[in-house]
């Protein structure tokens, strides 16, 4: 890759905006002088730059201008094409190649990075542009000499694409000293179906996606649009296809090399969108700085027909506002439309839970996941919880999530936990589970039973005293009868797909506003954002409900906690006959008698801890937990609250341990935070804090 010089770098974005140099610079009425006229008064760079951006630029008699020409063309990409490529000879292309601002920003991208990823709309130039103008300008200008690979999902596609560049090149007078001399073409392996050999020796080949090309070592690749409408719906083709990629194209280029990818969506975890999570690139490299990184990271920008937030048009030239409304009933449904030009796996419009759904009012809180059974009873609310188990624990696979709410009086749904791991073992989510229940308290828990996943329901029942009914999704269609879903049952089979009572059933209550999100930490933020984004992910899809996300598991947990809300809990005694004891959803919930279990001191750290974080001093704990983990682990939590400034809560936290250390006799000086007692410790009031705020303090009541 030639690389630009200051000046010339400034050029080309300039030249394309105004299509040729005016041929008389003028600001402000006064003539500018030509930039030869400033080389030979020893302008600098950085003046030289400056006038430019000024658009003051020299007229093409220039001599200067004259000798930079030719520079120019072999540095910018967008500007060879709009000066050398031909284009239809109808409005508004006047037999050029017309060029929208997503080409200029495309043309600083190949200046500049190695590794591309884009999306962009159907029919806005990207093949165009990185297919046919990129192959020819890279071959016959800018890398004399060298090879590369256009790569399209067939190679039918491929070979369209080649053939397209082969007709320019022949018929094109600017393009002729390219061709080979005399009747060399016709040879074999210089001008054939999938390859081309130019005169100064590049050579372009054509290959379908997935074809053998091991051996190969080229100096720029284009893979365009290499995903089909397979990728959508089978997870098998989405990895086969990520597989190819990574081992055969992208391991024969080398990193100083360049790699273009260029496509629309049809999954949120296909191709495109794995190059696009650098996370995993970033963790191994460490330290290693970022331009060291650029020939592994992928630079990735999407392009969708219209932005959706300023609304501007992508390529007004080509599509205006009736030409996108027109496109789109051509399409019929809004999920084409999306995937196609909004570079979107799933429309907000075709999803079964829209953006809107989520951001009625009242429906965000600012109070936190996490908060304890005894806050949410004394607001009167009962817990339920579902559990998506992951039968895997490899990094690669589902996520285990517990997804609890504590349902009010009024039926209002107040998501009061969501916990969400990947690649945790058997006995861990076990343990978890159990945690959860000595947590919340949940007047049930259902967990997913299908195939083997019913060891999980049958090992937290022998070794807890949780309320858990299995749950499979795998239930009968079209109408249930109502005998499947008694209340007393130990478990309950429920069609994900069923209207009424799978998936879909979720929506009723989403409408009615009858779900309140916790938005009062960062924590609760990030993960009930991933729970917001999966369910928008959801669409009905052939009478199914399926996801284009990677991942569902928040959204089946979320489900299975709802089915346990409409079903209502009881006292299971887990033996053939339990006895039916019906339960009101609604009731107001009785304190429970019981002696809860003794604590291990993992678990009296973590309701230590939610407890401190609501601001009420009920923290529940042993002498013994207390001076082993409990006092160290909330003064921790005081400290990292001074630390973020969040002195309300540090006061809060240094106050409940001061209550502690007196109940168990604990003497030590803590550090002060705020405005201090007398006895070193920060006096504070007695309100119930930022984390755990009344149904009073919220409008609910």
């Given at each position: 890759m030639i690389p630009r010089t200051p000046v010339l770098g400034k050029l080309p974005t300039l030249l394309l905006r105004n299509v040729k140099p005016p041929p008389t610079p003028v600001i402000d009425g006064t003539p500018v002088r030509t930039v030869s006229s400033m080389l030979d008064h020893g302008f600098t760079d950085e003046e030289l730059e400056a006038v430019v951006e000024l658009a003051s630029v020299a007229p093409e008699s220039d001599p200067a201008w004259s000798a930079a020409y030719p520079e120019v063309l072999k540095s910018s990409c967008a500007y060879f094409a709009s000066e050398v490529l031909r284009g239809p000879s109808k409005e508004p292309y006047n037999g050029k190649f017309l060029l929208g601002r997503h080409h200029i920003e495309w043309d600083e991208l190949i200046a500049t990075q190695q590794r591309i990823n884009i999306l962009a709309a159907r029919d806005h130039g990207k093949s165009y542009f990185f297919t046919f103008a990129y192959p020819i300008w890279k071959a016959g200008f800018n890398a004399p000499g060298s090879e590369g690979y256009i790569f399209s999902a067939t190679e039918d596609q491929a070979v369209a694409f080649l053939t397209m560049i082969k007709e320019e090149i022949e018929k094109n007078q600017k393009l002729q000293h390219l061709l080979p001399i005399g009747t060399v073409r016709s040879k074999p392996g210089i001008w054939s179906r999938t390859q081309i050999t130019l005169r100064n020796g590049s050579v372009i080949k054509a290959r379908g996606f997935g074809t053998k090309v091991r051996g190969g070592h080229p100096d720029w690749v284009i893979c365009d649009d290499v995903l089909n409408d397979d990728d959508i719906y089978s997870d098998l083709i989405r990895q086969r296809n990520i597989d190819y990629f990574l081992s055969a194209i992208s391991g024969m280029v080398h990193p100083t090399d360049q790699l273009i990818v260029v496509g629309t969506p049809m999954h949120e975890m296909d191709l495109y969108g794995v190059l696009a999570n650098t996370e995993q690139v970033l963790k191994i490299a460490g330290d290693v700085s970022k331009e060291d990184l650029q020939g592994y990271v992928y630079e990735c920008r999407k392009y969708p027909c219209k932005d959706p937030e300023t609304g501007e048009l992508l390529f007004p030239e080509r599509y205006d506002e009736?030409?996108?409304?027109?496109?789109?009933?051509?399409?019929?449904?809004?999920?084409?439309?999306?995937?196609?030009?909004?570079?979107?796996?799933?429309?907000?419009?075709?999803?079964?839970?829209?953006?809107?759904?989520?951001?009625?009012?009242?429906?965000?809180?600012?109070?936190?996941?996490?908060?304890?059974?005894?806050?949410?009873?004394?607001?009167?609310?009962?817990?339920?919880?579902?559990?998506?188990i992951a039968l895997s624990a490899e990094t690669g696979a589902d996520y285990f999530v517990i997804f609890t709410v504590a349902v009010d009086p009024r039926g209002n749904r107040w998501l009061a936990n969501l916990i969400r791991h990947k690649g945790l073992a058997f006995h861990e989510q076990i343990e978890l589970i159990k945690e959860e229940n000595l947590l919340m308290r949940p007047e049930i828990i259902h967990i997913e039973a299908n195939q083997a996943q019913r060891v999980w329901t049958d090992e937290v029942a022998r070794t807890s005293d949780a309320q858990v009914r299995r749950f499979f999704t795998t239930g009968i269609g079209g109408r249930q009868p109502?005998?499947?879903?008694?209340?007393?049952?130990?478990?309950?089979?429920?069609?994900?797909?069923?209207?009424?009572?799978?998936?879909?059933?979720?929506?009723?209550?989403?409408?009615?506003?009858?779900?309140?999100?916790?938005?009062?930490?960062?924590?609760?933020?990030?993960?009930?954002?991933?729970?917001?984004?999966?369910?928008?992910?959801?669409?009905?899809?052939?009478?199914?409900?399926?996801?284009?996300?990677?991942?569902?598991?928040?959204?089946?947990?979320?489900?299975?906690?709802?089915?346990?809300?409409?079903?209502?809990?009881?006292?299971l005694s887990y033996i053939d006959h339990e006895d039916e004891q019906s339960k009101d959803v609604l009731a107001s919930p009785v304190v429970s008698t019981k002696e809860m279990p003794e604590h291990d001191f993992l678990v009296a750290e973590r309701?230590?801890?939610?407890?401190?974080?609501?601001?009420?001093?009920?923290?529940?704990?042993?002498?013994?937990?207390?001076?082993?983990?409990?006092?160290?682990?909330?003064?921790?939590?005081?400290?990292?609250?001074?630390?973020?400034?969040?002195?309300?809560?540090?006061?809060?936290?240094?106050?409940?341990?001061?209550?502690?250390?007196?109940?168990?006799?604990?003497?030590?000086?803590?550090?002060?935070?705020?405005?201090?007692?007398?006895?070193?410790?920060?006096?504070?009031?007695?309100?119930?804090?930022?984390?755990?705020?009344?149904?009073?303090?919220?409008?609910?009541?």
């Open positions: 009736k030409a996108l409304k027109l496109k789109r009933i051509e399409l019929k449904t809004a999920a084409r439309f999306a995937r196609e030009f909004l570079c979107e796996p799933l429309s907000d419009e075709a999803s079964l839970f829209p953006a809107k759904l989520f951001r009625q009012d009242g429906m965000r809180q600012p109070y936190v996941l996490g908060l304890p059974a005894g806050y949410w009873e004394k607001q009167g609310c009962l817990r339920y919880t579902g559990v998506d109502d005998n499947a879903w008694k209340k007393g049952a130990t478990q309950v089979a429920v069609n994900k797909h069923h209207i009424d009572r799978g998936v879909p059933a979720l929506r009723l209550s989403l409408e009615h506003n009858k779900w309140k999100i916790p938005r009062g930490d960062d924590n609760s933020i990030e993960q009930t954002n991933v729970w917001i984004k999966e369910m928008g992910c959801i669409g009905w899809i052939d009478g199914k409900v399926q996801t284009v996300a990677g991942h569902d598991d928040t959204v089946m947990a979320c489900w299975m906690c709802d089915t346990a809300v409409r079903m209502g809990g009881v006292d309701r230590a801890l939610a407890a401190v974080q609501q601001g009420r001093r009920v923290v529940d704990v042993t002498a013994d937990a207390y001076e082993s983990r409990v006092r160290a682990a909330i003064k921790a939590y005081a400290s990292d609250s001074y630390d973020q400034d969040e002195y309300a809560r540090a006061a809060r936290a240094l106050q409940e341990i001061k209550r502690l250390d007196a109940a168990f006799g604990v003497r030590s000086a803590d550090f002060p935070v705020g405005n201090e007692g007398s006895d070193g410790y920060v006096e504070s009031d007695d309100s119930q804090g930022e984390g755990a705020p009344s149904f009073e303090d919220l409008g609910v009541i």
